[in-house]
């Protein structure tokens, strides 16, 4: 490909997905390769996580952090929240190639944004990393509770998705009791095994995958869960598939094994193309919870931190995740729509009638 053809399609992606600004951070010394887009700064700052990944190609990395990027003005939108939607994608094994002056650097260039990106941990990121980004800038959240933080937000964003599942049972079984319902957790990181601590409470038959032999053999046990390959995950008679890990999972293959008659879980950009899925969805009448609705509560609690609200503010707050994915499947069904449309038409109104406010005086 050569060099304009490049630029071409690039500038091509960002006109399709409708972005402000995409900025590419290299650093030789400390091995640094991240990208970080701004999607919509209309509600307020572009706020987005920090995901580290080893993709395999560079437009893998443009191509994530884009739709992640965008899916976050949506996301803090439908939640109420006075921000717009960013995020970036560090390059590497987390496990392998992070450093503290890796994470610094990076933590130097959100600096440069001048506070238009404010970011938080990811997959391949965690509180200790946005504590050496926050010795570069104070433009990060997530940081660890005892320096004044609110922590890792991964147990708040997994009581969001517990919300987003009791709304979508009420939905498909009349009721919002999950005691005796059997769920499919793939993915059993930090979000996925908070759901899965929180489904045990709830007595629910919970199968759990991950691509890590050791790590969902611990889980396993840990909860008393069923371990499934993740070839088979597809073969389970569950009711609910929770996606706990990476995006693009519900594609036209899997659709066709599918045997659960719920989706909703924590991973982001589940559908891997939002209009197609998500009417063969609705046509099979497999309740999609929008996955940027239920999963807001990570960025629920980072935003807390911003604003120094309670504990027991962010709690109801994400709560309202329950009545949120209630009115979204109301709509969806009123008007013949899928989920996701109903979801989005439900956030670019809140978007558009903000930005008419502010350009009012
Ligand atoms: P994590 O890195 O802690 O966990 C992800 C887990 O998924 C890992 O255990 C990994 O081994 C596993 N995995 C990766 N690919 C897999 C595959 N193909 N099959 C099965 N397992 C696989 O990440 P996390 O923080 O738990 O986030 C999980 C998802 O939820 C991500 O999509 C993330 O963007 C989203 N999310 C996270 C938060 C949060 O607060 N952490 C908030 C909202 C959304």
Redesign the pocket.
Known sequence: MSDQQSTQSIFSQLGAFGHKKVVFCSDPDTNLKAIIAIHDTTLGPAFG?T?MWSYKTEGDALNDVLR?AKSMTYKCAIAGLNMGGGYSVIMGDSRRDKTEAMMRKFGRFIKNFNGEFIT?????TNPRDMEYIRMETEHVT?IPESIGGSG???P??AQGVLMGIKACVKEQFGTDTLAGRSVIV????????HLVRLLRDENVKVYV????EE?VGQIAKKYGAERVS?NSIFDIDADIYAP????G?VNTETINKLKCSIIA?????QLLDEAEHGTVLLDKGILFAP?YVI?????I?CYSELMHFSKKRTMQLTENIYEVTRNILKLSKLENISTIDAANKIAEKRISDIKKVKSSY
């Open positions: 996580s995901r992640l938080s941990e990811d997959v391949g997530g890792d937000p991964s708040v964003a793939q993915g059993v990181g930090h979000v996925g095994e995958s991950d691509i890590q790590r993740n706990c890990a990476l995006g999972t879980g924590s991973a982001n950009n996955d999963n807001a509560g990570g960025i609690n």
